[in-house]
């Protein structure tokens, strides 16, 4: 029978007892005693046993591992990664209440930026630089305090982790790095992030958007013009209509017109004879 685990420390910071309870749960959920879990993960049952103390925060590797042992998935983990950095920061700092810019800071500073910068992409500092409106030397000095220890001001931690949050996918930002997303909001609400940020972000994604729609033009027209698709007055006013916003967009943009509006009676011919098919202008797909 397996030896019951020491009461937790009652002098340690509360997040880190939490941690070190959670973990304990875990264990006695999968019905794995340390000796077991040694065997499926590459650390000692010793070490194991000290994750779950509560009289130090095990490192980011030890947790994985636990994680691991005790089979969580890796979609599963984010509630973890969030207990473990409250703990670091609970051990660091004292058993004090933490403001967000705290938290931010020290998730930098302890949990460094490899991941995201990866998931981001791996952007160039002066990408990032214009992204956020930062110095390159301020973006620098962000992206390396994990390593330098060098005190950054939590605003420009928000800034830089809002960029690199922003070239994320959407589904990473929330399952992934939900609690980066949430802490930077908390420090800066008038960070928008995954939204552009400078002039050049933004007319990339309206041509996108607009070839998009120009697509959609030539489809309904062509449908129009072989008889495949009817339509009445009310519907060729509005293709008009959204065939004449396009047009001002690419206006704007500096680019020509998107296509011709289909006739009012190009779907119903009262001659009865199929119109001739619409040859469509060039809509913007290799611009």
């Known amino acids: ?154 605003r420009h931690v928000a800034a830089v982790v809002g960029a690199l949050l922003s070239l994320t996918r959407p589904s990473d930002r929330v399952r992934r790095f939900g609690d980066l997303t949430r802490l930077v909001r908390q420090v800066d609400p008038s960070l928008q992030i995954g939204r552009t940020r400078n002039r050049d972000d933004a007319e990339r994604v309206a041509r996108t958007a607009l070839q998009r729609l120009a697509q959609q033009a030539e489809e309904l027209e062509s449908r129009l013009a072989t008889g495949d698709l009817s339509a009445d007055e009310e519907f060729v006013r509005r293709f008009d209509a959204m065939r004449e916003s396009v047009e001002e967009v690419r206006r704007i943009l500096g680019g020509g017109p998107v296509s011709g509006a289909p006739a009012a009676t190009a779907a119903e011919p009262e001659t009865g004879e199929q119109p001739a098919p619409v040859v469509a202008e060039d809509s913007g797909r290799n611009r």
């Open 1 to 154: 029978m397996a030896r019951p685990e020491a009461p937790l420390p009652k002098d340690a910071p509360q997040p880190v007892q939490e941690l070190a309870r959670a973990l304990r749960d875990l264990r006695a959920a999968s019905g794995l005693s340390y000796t077991a879990m040694s065997n499926r993960a590459p650390f000692s049952s010793v070490t194991f046993s000290r994750a779950a103390s509560g009289r130090q925060v095990p490192t980011k590797e030890v947790l994985a591992g636990y994680l691991e042992a005790c089979g969580v998935p890796e979609n599963k983990r984010d509630r973890w990664r969030k207990l473990w950095r409250e703990a670091q920061l609970a051990e660091n700092v004292g058993n004090v209440p933490w403001r967000p810019e705290d938290m931010l800071v020290y998730t930098v500073f302890l949990d460094g930026l490899n991941e995201l910068v990866a998931a981001a992409g791996a952007p160039s500092v002066h990408e990032l630089a214009d992204k956020c409106g930062l110095a390159p030397t301020t973006v620098h000095r962000v992206l390396t305090a994990h390593r330098t220890r060098r005190p950054v001001a939590a």
